[in-house]
């Protein structure tokens, strides 16, 4: 049979020769053949169990039927799966499937897109026998968290929940209790969740046990517009689709097959959905002006003069312009057109966080130029290493991803981080160091490498850098056990093929991107295959930078012809009173820059401020004209998310009132200025990009895979950004406040947006400062226990959540609370605070 | 014949370690460790030993899949779930003679590579377990585990591993599942656990009476144990008796023996000398045999041939006043209460036959009811996940097969004929 060597397998399914590679399962050798086996228990991402028995088939010489979901193919085997026994077997298993099955389908939120159901109808016996007494779990149905509820009478015991939970979410809180027929798959003894509340439980549900709570008996599937859109919470740029009911969104829904994150959502995708209906006083539903420090209606004619007026009069040098990297590519694009080519100047930025050289060098380490990079060709790696950040909290899918695809092939993960995070417990090795020593850490793995491969590192000329340091002093500088930075290295050195999956912190912190080039220098010296995955929050990050929506280049990285200011300079000039104007869309500075006295006191000094946002954020509390602008379901366009995945997000709803597409308005805008600027169509724009950025020549607005586009690589170099200057991040011991402070998104919030959502909100009473298991030893407090935390200049009280597995030093913010505004405690140029912490 | 298995239950103080001794105990094991470690493994397969837990798998077989790869952590684990109902040999063996087992056990991880051996017992052998862990002890002092046993340079440790009263937890690989500290499931197989078993590693699972056969298999020899009973499935064997005989218990005898024999000679015949009606002859997964099927010899191929199973040897009879609905109803309502729940058929399945079965013992019989149950037996057979579910099946359809009019009887008219 020799198919041995070439790794392919033939055999016959229903008659039918086909081929197959070594190893697949018979259900997809099947399905390749176009012969559909029906299915329960099996889901492709989970582990196979093969117990629902509904995918057995027949195979020529074998007694018994066999489960197709985890057996694999064998040459020569002769597969039938519509023969007189496997036909019988499938109406015998939904037979008793519905024995003990509520069959309350009128009222259960799953009737019409049950699995169950569908089967039923398609393969399941025409009549039931079963005349018994059901076994009931429970009278009514029990909540199992804000989000989740549950009905276990309509279970058909398929443990994808359990699974999903465990394998994918990587929480593990569901199992089974029960035995038999009495086996029920819940929380434990059905107690509360205090879990990620992602609701994937409820996704892969097959039945309608695991429902969703705000969802529950609000509507039938049937009477629900759905439309396509890209999840707008973090740069994993999840596909999910969002469905309204009488003009009210009720709930969104990742489905297998229409995007790359098939079924996976986390809780932020998964129900701040709600944003969308948080009509009433908080949103935006006219253009606003202030006068006499309070603001009042004004018409759109009006506004638009009033910007037209005060844009063309300003001095190009002290106008400027920030754009949120949540806008979709198209609004972008044209932004900087806008203030580039209407408006006449460089001063333009796409975040209030991180400063434009710094962005630029993370951008030219990573390789983002290079093209987009799929998270699964990343896990092809032998290894993969993450690092810089909190990919856990702040991309849940991408740790989604990783987490299932390493434990089911075996990857091996390291992790470095600062903080305890969720994906310790799949990986290899995983270890804390000190909050701003990525370089040191970086440095230490270079070194490393170097100690054990001169002559083939030789040629990299900036090791020279290193020349006097030792790997001892670089991991006791970045806190990290040199026994342990050794073993990563040795993890690195003895693996062919590495992925990099690197967070924000280098942006944060303003360090470490140097040592991440030389380390990916000297990888790929070494003869790694290497790939980079950056993972950013903000849902179209990498789109801004795409679009040139950055002080230092343009539209497809290509070199300005004189530099810009960014959000820090542009803040600096407003201080010395030199900003005449500066137009803000959808970006809070006042929350997010870090140092919000700072923010407050510059843009105050701004002689005239537009802002335009959904609702009245603090940046738009203090401008001279606010315009309202629309969410993303209410909007056509395309994000990139941080794989440089081009995805197209198509418009759910109409913005209420006289709020308008963002697009519009910066259509709007630069039209009362230049005419025939635009048409301001997406699809238009979008040519236009296609035209303009090389990296998106080929790419479909809409349409095309529904695992979206990778962007190709850029036909241009960005220059400037080979070597930065990197200031050493002061740790030095401040006895008055021994801990760091660390900040970033909170796993159910993201940025100020998820903010609106009454969903998410629940599930995120108060604010929360986490502290390691050591700190909350020394202090003498428990979980749940309020504490005051105090920095040099401001203060406020949080509730403890206590993260076994933190180092001892580090505590951790969320950025995500406007009352108590961790931004608050940084003053500028701080990038690691001290703080203190008071029982 | 000369007893092997039950020689030393009846002695005074039978499970100390003294006693054992005096009876040439432990010394099967001085000489394994003497022996090449295939050479083991080919005396076992050449003695015919047969798994005594219910499928009788070679054991010298099964020894030989695990990896010779000395690198590689091995594990043995003893399977004293002894949960099969009618079954009730290996306590006898846990209670008054720990230590033969316990030498079976050291002879067999030395010959598989195993350090470390469990021993998983049934919840309810509470008394089982302490005279396991007192033997363990007393094995350890005089240093028949432990480090450096014998000077030979094999280290053994054993650990009694107690269950939680789930009779799943009896197949293998459930049992490992349950070791693992996890909720006692089978697992799907392949991979085997011979070359993943517990915590991933290459793994033995055996019976306790399997492995008490193995000192004897090496004092005595594999020809010597190969001549006992019938070729094909050889050595001695301990049958269970129980139900309506004069003598209900253990008896030791070659394989093979007639159960004619068993029941009228050994256990003294039906009580009050009434007429047989049925035996089951392996524990209750068995299918059963009438009158005129019991002159037939008790080991695993003929019994197999004639549709039954030797199972664990635990030999159920049942006299003319036994109503074969109630009896189905019982063994029925043990199936699906001990289904793991793991797999449709059986856990919907079982559970749908019991209802069916206790209305027609209750006099709520419906028409129509036989023929349902036939058919559900077919809809379950063949397709779990794991041989529970078959047994389930297999033992209604012997009660079904030989006494279908008792079951249409109770459907039409509501009560018993018998
Ligand atoms: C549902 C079920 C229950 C079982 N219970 C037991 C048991 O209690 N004791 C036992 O030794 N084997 C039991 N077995 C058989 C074991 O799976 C396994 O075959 C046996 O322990 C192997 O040992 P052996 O080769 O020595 O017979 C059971 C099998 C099944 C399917
Ligand atoms: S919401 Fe997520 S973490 Fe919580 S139980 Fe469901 S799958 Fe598990
Ligand atoms: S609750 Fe849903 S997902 Fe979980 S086992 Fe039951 S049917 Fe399957
Ligand atoms: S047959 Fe299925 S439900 Fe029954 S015990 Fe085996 S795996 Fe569990
Ligand atoms: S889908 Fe194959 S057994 Fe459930």
Redesign the interface.
């Known amino acids: 049979m020799g198919d041995r060597e070439t790794g392919v397998v033939t055999l016959k399914v229903n008659g039918k020769e086909i081929t197959v590679r070594e190893g697949t399962l018979i259900l997809d050798a099947a399905r390749e053949a176009g012969c559909h086996i029906p299915t329960f228990c099996y889901q492709a991402t989970l582990s196979?169990?093969?117990?629902?028995?509904?995918c057995?088939v027949e195979i020529e010489g074998q007694?018994?039927?066999q489960p197709s979901c985890?057996t694999p193919v064998m040459s020569g085997m002769e597969v039938k799966t519509e023969s007189e026994s496997v036909i019988?077997?499938r109406q015998?298993?939904l037979?008793?499937?519905l024995?003990?099955h509520a069959l309350d389908c009128p009222v259960c939120d799953k009737g019409g897109e049950c699995e169950l159901q569908n089967m039923v109808y398609t393969y399941g016996p025409r009549k039931g026998?079963?005349?018994?007494?059901k076994?009931r779990h429970h009278e009514k149905d029990y909540v199992l968290s804000p989000v989740i509820v549950k009905n276990s009478n309509r279970c058909?015991?398929c443990m994808r929940c359990v699974r999903v939970c465990g394998e994918v979410v990587g929480r593990g809180v569901l199992?089974?209790i029960?035995?038999?027929?009495?086996?029920e798959e819940t929380s434990f003894l059905r107690s509360y969740l205090d879990c990620d509340h992602d609701g994937m439980c409820i996704e892969v549900c097959p039945v309608g046990c695991f429902m969703r709570r705000p969802y529950r008996y609000r509507a039938r599937p049937w009477d629900l517009r759905g439309s396509r859109t890209v999840c707008p919470y973090c740069a994993t740029g999840c596909r999910m689709t969002i469905e309204e009911r009488d003009g009210e969104v009720v709930r969104s829904i990742a489905r297998e097959g229409e995007g790359f994150n098939d079924k996976m959502l986390c809780a932020r995708g998964r129900f701040g959905y709600d944003i969308l209906n948080s009509g009433g006083e908080e949103r935006l539903t006219t253009p606003l002006i202030k006068k006499n420090g309070m603001f009042e209606p004004v018409s759109w004619e009006k506004a638009l003069s009033i910007i037209r007026e005060q844009f063309t009069k300003a001095d190009p040098r002290r106008l400027g312009g920030i754009a949120s990297a949540a806008l979709t590519n198209e609004e972008l694009y044209l932004f900087q057109r806008l203030v580039r080519e209407v408006l006449g100047s460089g001063n333009i930025d796409s975040t209030s966080r991180w400063d434009a050289a710094t962005t630029g060098a993370f951008i030219f380490a990573t390789g983002i130029t290079g093209g987009g990079v799929s998270i699964y060709d990343c896990m092809e790696a032998e290894t993969v290493f993450v690092v810089g950040g909190q990919v856990s909290e702040e991309n849940p899918v991408t740790d989604y991803i990783i987490r299932y695809v390493s434990d089911s092939s075996r990857k091996s993960v390291l992790v470095a981080s600062t903080r305890a995070m969720k994906l310790d417990t799949s990986a290899e090795l995983s270890l804390r160091h000190l909050p701003g020593r990525l370089g040191a850490l970086f440095n230490g793995l270079v070194l490393t490498l170097y100690e054990d491969n001169q002559e083939r590192l030789e040629g990299i000329k900036e090791i020279g850098v290193l020349k006097g340091r030792t790997v001892t002093d670089l991991a006791a500088e970045c806190g990290v056990s040199e026994a342990d930075l050794r073993a990563l290295c040795a993890r690195l050195e003895s693996s062919g093929s590495i992925s990099m999956v690197v967070g924000t912190d280098l942006l944060r912190f303003r360090e470490g991107i140097s040592g991440l080039r030389l380390l990916g220098d000297a990888l790929r010296a070494l003869g790694k295959v290497l790939k980079i995955l950056p993972v950013l929050d903000r849902c179209n990050q990498r789109g801004a930078w795409d679009m040139g929506v950055h002080p230092l280049f343009g539209p497809d990285y290509r070199k300005v012809e004189r530099a810009g200011l960014g959000c820090d300079g542009m803040l600096d000039q407003a201080m010395d009173g030199a900003m005449d104007a500066l137009y803000v869309v959808g970006e809070d500075v006042v929350n997010m820059y870090p140092d919000r006295t700072f923010a407050e006191e510059a843009l105050s000094r701004v002689g005239f401020l537009v802002v335009q946002d959904v609702s009245l954020t603090d940046t738009a509390r203090m401008a001279h004209l606010v315009l309202p602008g629309a969410y993303p379901g209410e909007k056509e366009g395309t994000f990139t998310n941080q794989e440089g995945r081009v995805q197209h997000i198509s418009r759910l709803l109409e913005p209420p009132g006289q709020a308008r597409v963002d697009l519009e308005i910066i259509e709007a805008v630069g039209s009362s200025i230049v005419h025939g600027f635009s048409d301001g169509t997406p699809q238009t724009v979008f040519d236009e990009i296609r035209r303009e950025v090389s990296m998106y020549r080929d790419a479909a607005f809409s349409g095309g895979s529904p695992d979206g586009w990778l962007v190709k690589k850029s036909a241009r170099r960005l220059e400037g950004f080979e070597l930065i200057e990197e200031k050493k991040v002061s740790l030095d011991a401040d006895p008055e406040h021994p801990y760091f402070l660390v900040t970033g998104n909170h796993i159910f919030l993201s940025g100020s947006l998820s903010r609106r959502s009454g969903i998410l909100n629940e599930l995120v009473r108060e604010a929360v400062v986490e502290i390691s298991e050591e700190a909350a030893g020394e202090l003498g407090v428990i979980d749940g226990q309020t504490v005051s935390v105090s920095g040099r200049g401001f203060d406020a009280t949080y509730s403890v959540r206590i993260r076994k597995g933190t180092p001892r030093e580090v505590v951790f913010i969320a950025e995500n609370f406007e009352d108590k505004a961790a931004n608050r405690f940084y003053k500028r140029g701080d990038v690691v605070p001290r703080v203190k912490i008071t029982a | 014949m000369e007893k092997v298995l039950l020689k030393n239950v009846g002695k005074p103080d039978s499970h100390r370690i003294d006693t054992y001794l005096a009876g040439g105990g432990y010394e099967a094991l001085k000489k394994a460790l003497r022996m090449d470690t295939e050479d083991i493994i080919q005396m076992v397969k050449d003695s015919g030993l047969m798994g005594r837990g219910g499928a009788g798998f070679p054991t010298g077989l099964k020894w030989s899949f695990i990896p010779k790869d000395p690198t590689l952590q091995k594990y043995l684990c003893c399977n004293a779930d002894e949960g099969e109902p009618g079954t009730f040999k290996d306590r006898s063996i846990i209670e008054h003679d720990p230590h033969l087992l316990l030498e079976g056990m050291a002879i067999s991880c030395y010959a598989i590579g195993a350090d470390t051996a469990y021993i998983y017992i049934r919840g309810e052998f509470a008394f089982g377990a302490r005279r396991l862990e007192e033997a363990i002890a007393e094995a350890y002092q005089k240093g028949y585990l432990g480090k450096d046993i014998l000077g030979s340079g094999f280290s053994l440790n054993i650990h009694v591993h107690r269950g939680f009263g789930a009779y799943i937890c009896g197949e293998e690989t459930a049992l490992l599942e349950s070791i693992e500290g996890c909720r006692g499931q089978p697992r799907k197989k392949p991979p085997f656990p011979a070359l993943s078993g517990l915590y991933g590693k290459p793994t033995v699972i055996n019976n306790v009476e399997t492995l008490a056969c193995v000192p004897t298999i090496i004092s005595r020899g594999a020809e010597w144990f190969a001549s006992i009973g019938p070729e094909k499935s050889p050595g001695p064997k301990i049958f269970g008796v129980s139900g309506h005989v004069n003598r209900p218990g253990l008896y030791e005898l070659p394989m093979g023996t007639p159960l004619r024999e068993i029941v009228y000679e050994h256990a003294g015949g039906i009580r009050n000398g009434r007429r047989l009606k049925a035996v089951i002859p392996g524990g209750v997964s068995a299918p059963l045999l009438t009158e005129e099927q019991i002159d037939i010899s008790m080991d695993f191929d003929t019994l197999a041939h004639e549709g039954s199973m030797l199972g664990s040897g635990g030999v159920i009879v049942m006299d003319d006043t036994t109503c074969m609905v109630k009896a189905a109803y019982i063994i029925n309502r043990f199936f699906s209460h001990e289904s793991c729940g793991k797999c449709t058929p059986c856990r919907e399945g079982t559970t749908w036959m019991t209802s069916i079965l206790k209305r027609l013992e209750y006099g709520e019989g419906r028409p129509g009811d036989v023929e349902l149950l036939e058919g559900l037996c077919g809809n379950i057979f063949g397709r779990t996940f794991c041989p529970l579910g078959d047994g389930a099946v297999m033992a209604l359809r012997g009660a079904l097969r030989n006494f279908r009019q008792e079951f249409v009887y109770h459907a039409e008219n509501g009560r018993c004929m018998v």
């Open positions: 196979g169990v093969g117990s629902c028995r509904m057995l007694r018994k039927l985890v019988s077997a015998a298993m037979e008793f499937l024995s003990n026998r079963y005349a018994e007494v076994i058909v015991q199992g089974a029960g035995r038999g027929a009495h086996q």
